[in-house]
């Protein structure tokens, strides 16, 4: 008897060509482009755009707004930010909606890479052929080929 791979892919997904989809991912209201790689344990949400040739590792959150272009690498645990200043309720105290606020847009461009428990804030672009280094916190923008590590990330040196 086959078993059932335990993963939600929502019928809104566009899957590209020979996309490899792990167990345990949660996948609903996005596009992957051709040949990615998705790992255990991650979570993409409605209105990401993840290009072709990408590999996207184990415990990896992309909130709605991320777009990652072609051939990015995420690391182990790679968590986004969407939203600068987070509530759960309102000034009235009632529960938030997506009414209440507004998703700030973050863009990965081509052959990106980004370390492991790296934390990416909203609104920020990470230039082509940049690397984030484990663990850092980006709080604005990477220029391309810039190696970027630290709380707040800063410019190390360029490739």
């Known amino acids: 008897m086959e078993k059932t791979p335990n993963r939600k892919i929502a ?3 566009t899957l590209g060509r020979e996309v490899v989809v792990q167990e345990f991912v949660n996948l609903y209201g ?24 990408c590999k996207i590792q184990s415990h990896s959150f992309l909130c709605e707004g991320v777009t990652l272009e072609d051939g990015v690498f995420i690391g182990h645990g790679v968590m986004f930010i969407n939203d600068p200043y987070p509530r759960a309720v309102t000034g009235e105290g009632a529960l938030q909606t997506e009414a209440d606020w507004e998703v700030v847009p973050t863009l990965v461009k ?21 690397i984030v280094g484990a663990g850092s916190v980006v709080t604005k923008d990477v220029p391309a080929r810039a190696v970027v590590a630290g709380n707040p990330a800063r410019i190390l040196r360029f490739l």
């Open 11 to 13: 019928p809104d997904v």
């Open 30 to 53: 996005c596009a992957i482009g051709d040949h990615t790689r998705i790992g255990p344990f991650v979570e993409i949400q409605k209105g990401c755009t993840v290009g072709k040739n």
């Open 110 to 130: 081509q052959r990106a890479s980004i370390g492991s428990n790296a934390t990416i804030l909203c609104g920020v672009t990470v230039g082509e052929e940049a």
